[in-house]
């Protein structure tokens, strides 16, 4: 069975931070099997990788999923930054598109204001998961 996950390094994104890119960077994948191997393994030169999200998907290919988000966020071109070590699927996500779809999410909902908006790293990997899902 195929999963697609969402994984986030705190290492990655303190660097990403120091280079430019932002700290808000996040690993986006399918597998075949469970994703914690993977993560374990570690991508990028860091083994401090978290999986936030996953969710079985059927007929999904990682190629297709990564498309998919690529056509809403910015993937990060691993050829640019060598400590990425060819790692596929590292987005950066723009914290203000994040807090637009949960804004506009809510709305759609009938849910009024709830005051100020806080997000998560679960808040990117939901946003996330949606739009490589498509």
Do not use: C
């Not at 590292?90 to 849910?111: D, K, M, S, Y």
């Not at 100020?116 to 998961?129: Q, T, V």
Request: avoid cysteine; hydrophobic fraction near 45%.
């Amino acid at each position: 069975m195929r999963i697609l996950y969402v994984a986030r390094s705190a290492r990655l994104a303190r660097w990403a931070s120091d280079v430019g890119l932002g700290k808000h960077l996040y690993k986006v994948g399918v597998f075949e099997g469970d994703p914690k191997a993977l993560a374990l393994a570690g991508w990028a030169g860091e083994s401090d990788w978290k999986i936030l999200a996953k969710e079985a998907v059927d007929g999904l290919g990682e190629e297709e999923a990564l498309a998919r988000l690529g056509q809403r966020e910015m993937a990060v071109e691993p050829r640019f930054y060598p400590k990425l070590k060819e790692a596929a699927g590292v987005f950066r996500v723009a914290p203000q598109h994040v807090e637009n779809h949960i804004l506009v999410t809510r709305a759609l909902a009938g849910e009024g204001e709830r005051g100020e908006l806080k997000l998560k790293p679960s808040d990117f990997a939901a946003y996330l998961m949606r739009f490589a899902k498509g």
